[in-house]
């Protein structure tokens, strides 16, 4: 081959990665996320903040408190979601927290998610305690996304604030 159709090979080749092996990222904001826990007594609650989908099943993990993998488990539904994929949630993952005591984290979510029947749940789990499967839960609309709303369990409520 001559130097020419080298270049046009290479050239096409990188004109093809370029138009097709980027995929662009969806919008999404950023809420800051906070989570009032109850005054109870015992270890750090582990806590998962899930994306549910219109069908209410799993989409996607948000954020997880706790992170010594060995108790996931014990956030019993949403480990039968992520158990089976183990996505790296390295990036996502804090503290436990323990009674009384308030997180202020920072989640993203695409825009497209809504006010389109998508759902947020928290489910808390406590060593030697309870598991509530849905402490808070709530359709993701652009009012309930504003609101603060009540736990069942082990989180007194759940505020969460758009960032600009």
């Not at 130097?3 to 990222?25: D, E, H, P, W, Y």
């Not at 005591?101 to 979510?109: F, L, N, P, T």
């Not at 082990?154 to 604030?161: A, K, L, N």
Request: net charge negative.
């Amino acid at each position: 081959m001559n130097r020419n159709k080298i270049f046009k090979l290479i050239a096409s080749v990188f004109i093809i990665v370029m138009l097709f092996g980027f995929t662009q990222k969806p919008d999404s904001s950023k809420y800051k996320c906070m989570i009032q826990m109850t005054n109870y007594t015992g270890e750090g609650a582990y806590i998962a903040i899930s994306l549910l989908n219109p069908d209410g099943t799993y989409e996607k993990t948000l954020y997880i408190h706790g992170d010594d993998d060995e108790w996931y488990s014990d956030i019993t539904e949403w480990w039968n979601f992520y158990g089976k994929n183990r996505n790296n949630i390295d990036a996502i993952t804090g503290a436990t927290i323990s009674g009384g005591k308030r997180s202020i984290i920072s989640i993203e979510i695409e825009d497209s998610k809504i006010d389109s029947g998508y759902k947020i749940r928290f489910e808390s789990a406590v060593e030697d305690q309870e598991y509530y499967k849905d402490d808070v839960e709530f359709e993701l609309t652009s009012e309930n996304i504003k609101a603060k709303t009540e736990g069942k369990g082990f989180i007194r409520y759940v505020r969460m604030i758009p960032q600009q």
